[in-house]
């Protein structure tokens, strides 16, 4: 079993950086895809970014490529997503989520979620 717990949400500038970090707790944390999904209001949760269990893999959504990075930390069992440049669409409410099916997954493959982490940006 894992527990995804988020942090790092806030307010920020269009513009500015922003990391959030997801501290997947479990003993086989690590064998877990590990990735981030976002949703705004009135809208459907979308794939942002994911990694392989081992952190060799990455994936990244076309809307936040060059943007965002998805990294993970096995030994401290976390997984970060550094995003720059935010723009107002990225605000949203962000999940981190743990699955056990290779890149990409799909929210209904996700096994586990964190309780999620809001992202405002203003202009």
């Known amino acids: 079993q894992v527990q995804p717990v988020e942090s790092g949400g806030g307010l920020v500038q269009a513009g500015d950086s922003l990391r959030l970090s997801c501290a997947a707790s479990g003993r086989t944390a690590s064998t877990y895809a590990m990735g981030w999904f976002r949703q705004a209001p009135g809208k459907g949760r979308e794939f942002v970014a994911a990694t392989r269990g081992s952190g060799g893999s990455t994936l990244v959504a076309a809307p936040v490529k060059g943007r965002f990075t998805i990294s993970r930390d096995n030994a401290k069992a976390t997984v970060y997503l550094q995003m720059s440049s935010l723009k107002l669409e990225d605000a949203a409410v962000y999940y981190c989520?743990?699955?056990?099916?290779?890149?990409?997954?799909?929210?209904?493959?996700?096994?586990?979620w964190g309780q999620g982490t809001q992202v405002t940006v203003s202009s």
């Open positions: 989520a743990a699955s056990r099916v290779g890149l990409p997954f799909r929210p209904s493959e996700v096994g586990y």
